[in-house]
């Protein structure tokens, strides 16, 4: 699976964007896809993730209310929309993608496929 992150860029606080992971290699179907974002100097995070086939969706507190992750299967593309954005979500944003395990919550990972990141910078 390759992935394919794109849709970054500069927004004011406030602001929206919307994030795309297109992947390619095979379908995602029974897949899990993942958001991280990796501030400077500081250890990658995760975001929230979508299960495939049923489009449920797991956010991290600190994005619930304001990120949503949404996938199209005919494209085999997940997005990531950020509403009321903050400065401090400025972070270069990765997608992943791991075939949920039994056993282990399907937004958990391991996460084997990695997409090269795109940068979001939120200015105040």
């Known amino acids: 699976v390759q992935l394919q992150a794109s849709g970054g860029g500069l927004v004011q606080a406030g602001g929206s964007l919307r994030l795309s992971c297109a992947a390619s290699g095979r379908t995602l179907s029974n897949f899990a896809m993942g958001w991280f974002r990796q501030a400077p100097g500081k250890e990658r995070d995760f975001v929230g993730a979508?299960?495939?086939?049923?489009?449920?969706?797991y956010y991290a507190d600190s994005v619930k209310g304001r990120f949503t992750i949404s996938r199209d299967s005919a494209e085999n593309t997940a997005y990531l929309l950020m509403n009321t954005l903050k400065p401090e979500d400025t972070a270069v944003y990765y997608c992943?993608?791991?075939?949920?395990?039994?056993?282990?919550?399907?937004?958990?990972?391991?996460?084997?496929?990695w997409g090269q990141g795109t940068q979001v910078t939120v200015s105040s």
């Open positions: 979508i299960e495939w086939n049923e489009a449920k969706t």
């Open positions: 992943a993608a791991h075939f949920p395990s039994y056993g282990r919550p399907w937004y958990g990972g391991p996460w084997d496929y």
